[in-house]
C-alpha cells in the first residue's frame, strides 16, 4: 500500500519535473534540426523561474475568474496527466478516471482557457477562443472514437488495463490500430497547437490560437499556464507510448528494479517521441486556419472507420 | 406515498389556480400564489424521494367517479411515475422560489398567476395518469396552461407567431397520442393501462403505434424535425416558465414516450431502436448546431433542450434495441443513462433559464450582442451561470459529464448486438454523440463568455445590478445539485434503480456500497469513475499550487491597461460578438446544413458609404418540411373558400349529391 502511493506520488512528480524537459528537449532537436545552436534544454525552467518570481500586470477589467483560470487548467491537467500510466500500470488511483474522463479533463481546461481568451475583450483573445472551440469541436470526437477503438480491443476504457491487453501477445497487427495510432497523432498535433494546426513559436500574427488566448497573462499566471501546456504535451507523448508501446511498464506490485527499468525506458520513449515530433514540425509548413477541419475531419473519419471495423467484426 | 396524497396536492394547485383568478394583480397575489406553488411542490417532492429511495414502487390505483361514466379516472403511481415526480417538483419547487422575487417584476400578473400552478397540475396529472382517457386530458391540460404561459406577452414581437406555432403543434401532437391510444385500447376499448398491458398488439399495430408516438411525444419533447416550436416558444414565456417548459415539460414528454413504449406496449421489433437512435442522435447535433448559430440567450439555450432531448433518446434508443435482444444488463445501463440525462438537464437547463431571467430582468436584454461584462456587475450569477455551463458541455466532475459516460459506456456494449444495422448505426450514433458534446461546450464558452465576460455592449449592461436574494437562492441550490449528482453519482444511480428494473428487466449493480464511491457500470478492469476523487484531486492541487506560487514566489499584481499586442481599442465595440465567435463553426457546419451564405460589401477606396456584412442562414427543416404543409394548406383553403359563396340553389344540390353519394357508398358497403 505505501509502495502504491509512492508510486503514484512519484508519478505526479515526474510528470511535473519531466514535462518543461521534454518542451526543451523538443526546442533544442528543432533547433540543431534547423542548423541552430538553439537554447539549453533547461531553458524552460528558467522561463519559469523567472516568471514566477515577476509582478503580474494584470487588465483592468480583469475579474476572479481571470485569476482563478490558470490555477485550474493546471490542476486539470495535471490530474489528467497523472492518470496516464507513464512508467508503471495499475496506478493507486488510475480506476478514478478512464481515459474519457481524461479526455473530459482536458476538454475542461481548454473551456477556461477560451473563456480566459475572451475575458478581457480584445480582438486577438476572441480569435484564438473562437479558433481554438472550432478545433476542438472535432478534434474532441475524434479522440472519442478512437478511445471506442481502443476499449474494445481491450474491452475496457481504463488506460492501464489498455496498456496491460496491448501489451500482451494476443493482439497483434490490426487495421483498426494503425489506424487509430495515425488519427491519436493527428489528434495529438491539434491538442498541443503544434505545426502544421499551430505555431507555438509565434506572436503577432492572424493565424495563432493557443498563444492568442493567452495573450493577456503575465507572471505567475503565464508561468502557470506554460507550465500546463507542456504537462498536456507530455501527457500526449505518454499516452501514444502507453498504448502503442506498452512495453517495459511496470505492472501492479512490481519491485523496485522493474520500476527502474520502466521509468528509464520511459524517458527513452519521451525522448524518441520529442525527436520525431521536432523532426515532423520542421518538414511541414503550417496551413491556413480552414484547412483545418479537413486535416481534422480525416482524424475523425480514421477513427469512426477503426471503430466501425471493430463493430464489423472483433479481429480487425 | 399514496395516490391520494399527489391528488389532494394537485388540488391544492388548482386551488391555488382559483385564487389567484380572484386575486388579480394585487402584489399579494403574487406572493400566494409562489409560495404555495412551492410549498406544495416541496411537499411532493419529499414524498417522490421518499419513494424512491424507499423501495416503495408499486403504488396503490386509485379510481375517481370522474371522466367517461363506465370507466372512471384511474391514477396510481409507480416507481417511474415517482422518479418524474421528483424531477418535476424540483423544477417546480426551484421555479417558484424563484418566481418570489422574479414575480415581482411581472407587468401583467393577472396573465401569468392563474395558469402557473394549473400548469403544474397538468404536469403531475400526466405523470400519475392510469388510463388513457386521463392521460390524454391531463396531457391537453397541460399543453393548453403552458400556451397560456406562452402568451402572457402577447403583444410582444414575435411571441403571437410562437403561440400559434405552439398551439397548432401541440394538437397535431395529441392527436397522434390520441390515435395512438386508440390502436391500444383496441376494438373492446380498454382504457385503463393495466388493461392495455394485458392485451397483445400485432406487430404491425405495435409499429403504428410506435410511430404515432414518436409523433405526439417526440414533437412535444422537441426531436427534429418537429423541434420547431420550441425555440419559439419556451423564450416568449416569463423566464422561470422558460425554466420548467425546457427543463421539465420535454421530460414528462419523455415520460409519456417511455410508459407508452417501455411499458404498455410490451414487445417491439429491434428495428424500432433503429429509427429512435438515428432520431437522437441527429437531433442532438442539429440542436446544437441551431444553438450556435443563436445569439438571443434564451433561444439558445431551448435549442440546447432539443441537444439534450437528442442525448436522452439515443440513451432510450440504446436500451429498445438492448433490450429486444434480451440483453437486460446492457438495457439496464442504457436506461440508467438515459433517466441519469433527464435528471440532470432538468437541473442544468433550469438553473440556465433561471441565469437567463435574472440576466434579462437585471438589463432589459437577451440579445447576446448587447451584453457583456456582466460578471462584475453580478458576480453572484455569473458563478452559478458557469456552473451551469460547465455541467451542461458535460465537463467533469459536474453532473453532465457522468450521463453522457454512462451512455458511451452502453455503447462500447453495443457490438455484442446480433443485428448488422444496430452494429454501424450504432457507433455512428457514437461519433454524433461525441460531436454534440464538443459542440455544447464551444456553444457555452460563447454564451458565458458573450454574456459575462468582455465589456459591456450596452450601457443597460454596464449598469445591471445584482437580482434579489429569493432568484439568487433558488440557482444557487441548483448549482449545488449539479455538483453533488456530479460528484455522488452512485446514490443517483441506486435510487433509479427501481424505475430502471421494472422497465429493463434488470438493474445496475448497487453503487452506493463501492469503495470510496465510485461508479462501477459492469466491472472495476473495464471502467469506472470517481467524480469524488477527481474533484477532490483538482481542488487540492490548484489550491496546492496557487498556496505554493502566492508564498514562494511572487503575489504582486499590478493594474494595467489591456495589453492586446500593443492595439488597445477603446471600443467595446471591437471586441469578439456571438457572430464572430460562432463564424469559424459556422464555415465549417453551417455551409451545408444551413445553406450559410456570407456576402461582404466593401465600398471603393473614397466612397463614403458604410460597408456591410450579411450572414444568410436558412433553416431547411422549415424550409423543406413545413413550408410545403402550409403552403399546401394554402391552396387547399383558397379553392375551399369558393365554396362560402355559393347560392342556395348550389348549397341545395350539394347536400343533395352528398346524401345520394354516402347512400352509394353504404349500398356498395354491404
Not at chain 2, 27 to 38: D, I, K, R, W
Amino acid at each position: 500500500m505505501s509502495l502504491d502511493i509512492a508510486v503514484q506520488g512519484m508519478q505526479m512528480l515526474i510528470v511535473l519535473a519531466l514535462a518543461p524537459l521534454l518542451t526543451g528537449f523538443v526546442r533544442k532537436v528543432k533547433a540543431r534540426l534547423l542548423r541552430r545552436q538553439g537554447p539549453s534544454v533547461v531553458q524552460p525552467y528558467r522561463d519559469l523561474r523567472r516568471l514566477l518570481g515577476k509582478e503580474v500586470v494584470l487588465a483592468e477589467n480583469a475579474s476572479w475568474l481571470f485569476r482563478a483560470t490558470p490555477y485550474l487548467i493546471f490542476a486539470t491537467t495535471w490530474v489528467a496527466a497523472a492518470l496516464v500510466p507513464t512508467f508503471a500500470t495499475g496506478l493507486l488511483f488510475s480506476w478514478s478516471a478512464d481515459l474519457i474522463a481524461i479526455v473530459a479533463l482536458l476538454a475542461g481546461a481548454r473551456f477556461f482557457l477560451a473563456l480566459a481568451g475572451m475575458e478581457i475583450g480584445t480582438s486577438f483573445g476572441g480569435i484564438g477562443s473562437s479558433r481554438e472551440v472550432m478545433i476542438a469541436s472535432l478534434a474532441e470526437p475524434a479522440m472519442i472514437m478512437i478511445i471506442f477503438t481502443l476499449a474494445l480491443i481491450a474491452g475496457s476504457t481504463q488506460l492501464s488495463t489498455i496498456a496491460d491487453v496491448l501489451a500482451s501477445s494476443g493482439v497483434g497487427l490490426r487495421v483498426s490500430l494503425g489506424l487509430a495510432l495515425v488519427a491519436l497523432i493527428m489528434v495529438a498535433l491539434a491538442e498541443n497547437s503544434r505545426i502544421p494546426v499551430d505555431n507555438p513559436a509565434t506572436h503577432l500574427e492572424l493565424t495563432m490560437v493557443h498563444e492568442a488566448m493567452v495573450l493577456e497573462y503575465s507572471g505567475r499566471h503565464l508561468a502557470v499556464i506554460e507550465l500546463a501546456a507542456s504537462l498536456k504535451l507530455l501527457l500526449y507523448v505518454s499516452l501514444i507510448a502507453c498504448v502503442f508501446l506498452p512495453w517495459q511498464l511496470a505492472p501492479v506490485g512490481a519491485g523496485i528494479a522493474a520500476l527502474a527499468i520502466g521509468l528509464a525506458s520511459y524517458i527513452v520513449k519521451l525522448a524518441v517521441g520529442g525527436a520525431l515530433l521536432a523532426l515532423f514540425e520542421t518538414s511541414i509548413a503550417k496551413m491556413r486556419v480552414f484547412r483545418v477541419p479537413d486535416f481534422l475531419g480525416a482524424g475523425l473519419m480514421l477513427g469512426l472507420l477503426a471503430t466501425l471495423l471493430l463493430f464489423v467484426t472483433r479481429s480487425f | 406515498m399514496s395516490t391520494a396524497f399527489v391528488l389532494a396536492c394537485v388540488g391544492g394547485l388548482l386551488a391555488t389556480s382559483v385564487v389567484a383568478i380572484v386575486g388579480g394583480r394585487r402584489p399579494v397575489a403574487t406572493l400566494f400564489v409562489y409560495s404555495a406553488s412551492f410549498a406544495i411542490s416541496l411537499l411532493l417532492l419529499v414524498s417522490a424521494l421518499s419513494d424512491l429511495i424507499g423501495g416503495e414502487t408499486q403504488g396503490d390505483t386509485l379510481v375517481l367517479p370522474l371522466g367517461i361514466p363506465w370507466i372512471g379516472a384511474h391514477f396510481r403511481v409507480d416507481a417511474l411515475s415517482a422518479f418524474f415526480l421528483s424531477v418535476l417538483n424540483l423544477g417546480t419547487a426551484s421555479a417558484s422560489f424563484y418566481g418570489l422575487g422574479y414575480g415581482r417584476h411581472e407587468v401583467v400578473p393577472e396573465r401569468t398567476l392563474p395558469f402557473y400552478p394549473a400548469f403544474l397540475a397538468g404536469m403531475n396529472l400526466v405523470l400519475i395518469a392510469d388510463d388513457a382517457f386521463t392521460f390524454l386530458l391531463s396531457w391537453e391540460f397541460m399543453s393548453l396552461s403552458s400556451w397560456a404561459l406562452v402568451m402572457a406577452h402577447h403583444r410582444d414581437g414575435d411571441n403571437a407567431r410562437a403561440g400559434y406555432v405552439y398551439i397548432v403543434m401541440a394538437s397535431a401532437g395529441t392527436l397522434a397520442l390520441l390515435l395512438a391510444f386508440g390502436l391500444l385500447a383496441g376494438p373492446d376499448g380498454f382504457y385503463s393501462f393495466t388493461a392495455i398491458r394485458a392485451g397483445g398488439l400485432t406487430p404491425v399495430m405495435a409499429a403504428l403505434v410506435l410511430g404515432l408516438v414518436l409523433l405526439g411525444a417526440g414533437s412535444k419533447a422537441g426531436l427534429v424535425p418537429l423541434h420547431v416550436w420550441l425555440p419559439l416558444a419556451h423564450p416568449a414565456a416569463p423566464s422561470h416558465v422558460s425554466a420548467l417548459m425546457s427543463g421539465v415539460m420535454t421530460k414528462v414528454a419523455v415520460y409519456a414516450f417511455i410508459r407508452i413504449v417501455f411499458d404498455l406496449v410490451g414487445t417491439i421489433e429491434w428495428w424500432w431502436a433503429t429509427l429512435v437512435l438515428a432520431l437522437g442522435g441527429i437531433t442532438a447535433v442539429m440542436g446544437v448546431l441551431y444553438a450556435l448559430m443563436q445569439h438571443d440567450l434564451k433561444r439558445l439555450l431551448a435549442y440546447h433542450t432539443v441537444e439534450n432531448i437528442g442525448i436522452i433518446y439515443i440513451g432510450l434508443g440504446l436500451a429498445l434495441a438492448f433490450r429486444t435482444n434480451g440483453m437486460t444488463g446492457a438495457a439496464a445501463l442504457a436506461l440508467t443513462a438515459a433517466l441519469f440525462h433527464v435528471f440532470n438537464h432538468s437541473v442544468f437547463k433550469s438553473l440556465l433559464f433561471l441565469g437567463s431571467g435574472a440576466i434579462l430582468s437585471a438589463t432589459g436584454e437577451r440579445d447576446l450582442e448587447r451584453l457583456g461584462g456582466l460578471i462584475h456587475r453580478m458576480p453572484q450569477t455569473a458563478f452559478v451561470f458557469l456552473v451551469g455551463c460547465v455541467a451542461i458541455s458535460a465537463l467533469p466532475p459536474l453532473n453532465g459529464f457522468v450521463s453522457e459516460w454512462l451512455t458511451f459506456q452502453a455503447i462500447l456494449l453495443s457490438p455484442d448486438l446480433p443485428q448488422w444495422d444496430l452494429k454501424i448505426l450504432v457507433p455512428a450514433v457514437g461519433a454524433l454523440l461525441a460531436l454534440s458534446a464538443a459542440l455544447a461546450a464551444a456553444c457555452f464558452v460563447k454564451a458565458f463568455g458573450v454574456t459575462f465576460l468582455g465589456r459591456a455592449r450596452s450601457t443597460a449592461a454596464g449598469a445591471a445590478n445584482e437580482v434579489d436574494l429569493f432568484s439568487r437562492t433558488a440557482m444557487f441550490v441548483l448549482a449545488l445539485l449539479c455538483l453533488l449528482a456530479g460528484i455522488f453519482p452512485g446514490f443517483v444511480i441506486d435510487g433509479l434503480a427501481p424505475a430502471v428494473g421494472g422497465l429493463a428487466g434488470a438493474r445496475m449493480p448497487v453503487q452506493g456500497v463501492s469503495p470510496w464511491l465510485s461508479i462501477v457500470p459492469i466491472s472495476q478492469s473495464r471502467s469506472s469513475y470517481n467524480g469524488l476523487l477527481v474533484f477532490a484531486f483538482i481542488a487540492a492541487s490548484g489550491s496546492i499550487a496557487a498556496f505554493a506560487i502566492h508564498r514562494f514566489a511572487s503575489r504582486a499584481v499590478r493594474r494595467a491597461p489591456a495589453w492586446d499586442c500593443g492595439f488597445p481599442d477603446a471600443s467595446p465595440a471591437t471586441q469578439y460578438t456571438a457572430g464572430s465567435f460562432a463564424q469559424p463553426i459556422r464555415r465549417v457546419f453551417g455551409t451545408s446544413v444551413f445553406h450559410a451564405r456570407e456576402r461582404v460589401d466593401m465600398p471603393a477606396p473614397g466612397d463614403m458609404r458604410p460597408a456591410h456584412f450579411v450572414v444568410e442562414l436558412r433553416d431547411l427543416v422549415w424550409d423543406s418540411l413545413y413550408q410545403p404543409i402550409t403552403g399546401g394548406l394554402a391552396v387547399v383553403s383558397e379553392r375551399l373558400n369558393h365554396y362560402q359563396f355559393l347560392t342556395i340553389r348550389q348549397y341545395l344540390s350539394i347536400v343533395f349529391a352528398a346524401l345520394v353519394g354516402l347512400l352509394l357508398v353504404l349500398a356498395l358497403w354491404q
